[in-house]
Nanobody, 115 residues
Framework: QVQLVESGGGLVQAGGSLRLSCAAS????????MGWYRQAPGKQRELVAS???????NYGDSVKGRFAISRDNARITMYLQMNSLKPEDTAVYYC?????????WGQGTQVTVSS
């Protein structure tokens, strides 16, 4: 089993920044890709950004150039630096990790961007 705990969400004005963290604990072997997803009310969950164990990154089109994902493989911790936030970035942000045979989700952290 793997446990994921997100932190760093909150309320910020448009144009501001937040940094999300995701700390993993438990059976931390064979961890592959890690990623951030978000879900706004009435919408499907969508990929925000992902990062492989080798550091290759992928971003959703709406956040390219504004968000940056990183990970600390020694601590199995992942970060999401969010800059130039927009009201449409308001959502619950979820941490996800994948292993060859399963995947895990965090409980989510709320990000609210006011206009």
């Amino acid at each position: 089993q793997v446990q994921l705990v997100e932190s760093g969400g909150g309320l910020v004005q448009a144009g501001g920044s937040l940094r999300l963290s995701c700390a993993a604990s438990g059976s931390l072997f064979s961890i592959g890709a890690m990623g951030w997803y978000r879900q706004a009310p009435g919408k499907q969950r969508e990929l925000v950004a992902s990062i492989t164990s080798l550091g290759d990154t992928n971003y959703g089109d709406s956040v390219k150039g504004r968000f940056a994902i990183s990970r600390d493989n020694a601590r199995i911790t992942m970060y999401l630096q969010m800059n130039s936030l927009k009201p449409e970035d308001t959502a619950v942000y979820y941490c996800n990790i994948k292993r060859p045979w399963d995947e895990y989700w965090g409980q989510g952290t709320q990000v609210t961007v006011s206009s």
